[in-house]
């Protein structure tokens, strides 16, 4: 699974034309999940570019109630009217600017869940938490808060290791690492869940994937797939991740 997050980025002329110039460059990538996640503005008209074709649609953030006074909010019913199959939550851009936490993390992914979207749940740790020795520690409390009562056998859902340190600033983690704290999370979704359903659940690593590095991530047993946000927005260079087996 390859999924780009375009954060706040792109007009809908903009989106238009990543998508006119994409779409031809991945076709033949039929055996891969390929979503987009735009800006919330852009999904009505993207939606109904993407009809049809191999790439799917995501939102990058919902609320967790159907409707109501909740000002500037967008629930998940909106998104699945919208097109979307597929939501980001959790991202650590909102954890730290917006000030989301564990507790509306776990109510937004119980919300999506309920609604037959399915969650892209971002997880990581910061440079200083890797340096105190304190990333798998706070890697499993995210997974254990935000993961609380959720019955996710129903829809499923896909799991993101983005350290927050390897995000937007060129300095991807290492593959070696980044398996280790994958292979890592599988094992403790495992005792969350059970053991068969955790291998059946995809994790993705994310922060500053390229086309460079994108094929040594995907060769790891554990890593299903990129969350990739600077490279998705250049339709040549998102495609060339996407197509990551054919350019080796
Ligand atoms: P990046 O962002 O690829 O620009 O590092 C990844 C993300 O935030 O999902």
């Not at 503005?41 to 159907?66: C, D, M, P, R, Y």
């Not at 590095?213 to 969350?227: S, T």
Request: proline share 3%; with cysteine; net charge negative.
């Amino acid at each position: 699974m390859l999924a780009g997050n375009w954060k706040m980025h792109k007009t809908i002329a903009e989106g238009k034309q990543f998508i006119n110039e994409f779409l031809p460059l991945v076709t033949n990538e039929t055996t891969k999940d390929i979503v987009l996640c735009p800006t919330f503005t852009s999904l009505h008209v993207l939606s109904n570019e993407l009809k049809g074709t191999n790439v799917e649609l995501g939102a990058q953030n919902v609320f967790w109630e159907e409707k109501g006074a909740y000002t500037g909010e967008i629930s998940p019913v909106m998104l699945k009217d919208v097109g979307c199959n597929w939501v980001i939550i959790g991202h650590s851009e909102r954890r730290t600017v917006l000030a989301e936490n564990d507790l509306t993390i776990n109510r937004k992914l119980k919300a999506a869940l309920d609604t037959e979207l399915i969650p892209i749940f971002c997880v990581g740790e910061t440079l200083q938490e890797r340096e105190n020795n304190r990333a798998l520690e706070v890697v499993k409390e995210q997974l254990t808060n935000g993961l609380k009562d959720l019955d996710i056998k129903q829809n499923g859902i896909v799991i993101a290791y983005e350290p927050v340190w390897a995000i937007g600033t060129g300095i991807n983690a290492s593959c070696t690492d980044a398996q280790e704290m994958i292979g890592y999370i599988r094992e403790y979704l495992g005792k969350i869940f059970n053991e068969d359903f955790a291998k059946t659940i995809r994790i993705l690593y994310g922060g500053s994937v390229k086309p460079e590095n994108i094929a040594e991530f995907m060769n790891k047993e554990d890593i299903d797939g990129a969350l990739v946000g600077g490279a998705s927005l250049t339709p040549d260079t998102f495609a060339d991740i996407v197509r990551f087996d054919k350019n080796v």
